[in-house]
T-cell receptor, first 117, second 111 residues
Framework: DAGVTQSPTHLIKTRGQQVTLRCSPK?????VSWYQQALGQGPQFIFQ???????QRGNFPDRFSGHQFPNYSSELNVNALLLGDSALYLC????????????????FGPGTRLTVL | AQSVTQPDIHITVSEGASLELRCNYS??????LFWYVQSPGQGLQLLLK??????LVQGIKGFEAEFKRSQSSFNLRKPSVHWSDAAEYFC?????????FGDGTTLTVKP
């Protein structure tokens, strides 16, 4: 089992550009969550995808969008990049069961380090 | 707003000494609480979790944590620290599918 994988590992972009980050969940998982971790801070929840739809969203602007594919993999897109978008972007997968309030353990990928110049 | 606070930004302990990392959370119904560890260049690894029941939970790598509702705390402990424990530690809370993390505590282990 490869666990959660993310690509690319590192990425350098300039302000105003657009970026797409990719995540493959752990085998058997159907839910993907994305987090932004700025330097010296804890991860912040961006959004969660389940059944190809955004199910939960954190306090992030519409420049941050996502997609989940039928094979449960996911993409995070960020438009009009700002310097403040520089961060480690973490993907976490889990297997959803029960109501939205229930919890299933999340497994995290190694992250994509995005630098915006 | 849901929040998780880790009061100690950086802690240094000697190898073999005991460790306690503090975590306070804003209380909500059914608190799901977690401790994660992150080594440089790595993702987050779950150390332990609390959902309900026994307030003292055991985790991997010899870590344990105690849930204290009256103090809104979920402190992480280890009786004897190893050099390999040096890393960043995050406390987190999950509510309605969203996870909220503290800003982390960096642990340095002196030989």
């Amino acid at each position: 089992d490869a666990g959660v994988t993310q690509s690319p590992t590192h990425l350098i972009k300039t302000r105003g550009q657009q970026v797409t980050l990719r995540c493959s969940p752990k085998s058997g998982h159907d839910t993907v969550s994305w987090y932004q971790q700025a330097l010296g801070q804890g991860p912040q929840f961006i959004f969660q995808y389940y059944e190809e739809e955004e199910r939960q969203r954190g306090n992030f602007p519409d420049r941050f969008s996502g997609h989940q594919f039928p094979n449960y993999s996911s993409e995070l897109n960020v438009n009009a990049l700002l310097l403040g978008d520089s961060a480690l972007y973490l993907c976490a997968s889990s297997l959803t069961s029960g109501s939205i309030g229930s919890y299933n353990e999340q497994f995290f990928g190694p992250g994509t380090r995005l630098t915006v110049l | 707003a849901q929040s998780v606070t880790q009061p100690d930004i950086h802690i240094t302990v000697s190898e073999g000494a005991s460790l306690e990392l503090r975590c306070n959370y804003s209380y909500g119904a059914t608190p799901y609480l977690f401790w994660y560890v992150q080594s440089p260049g790595q993702g987050l690894q779950l150390l332990l979790k609390y959902f309900s029941g026994d307030t003292l939970v055991q985790g991997i790598k010899g870590f344990e944590a105690e849930f204290k509702r009256s103090q809104s705390s979920f402190n992480l402990r280890k009786p004897s620290v190893h050099w390999s424990d040096a890393a960043e530690y995050f406390c987190a809370k999950t509510n309605a599918g969203k996870s909220t993390f503290g800003d982390g505590t960096t642990l340095t282990v002196k030989p």
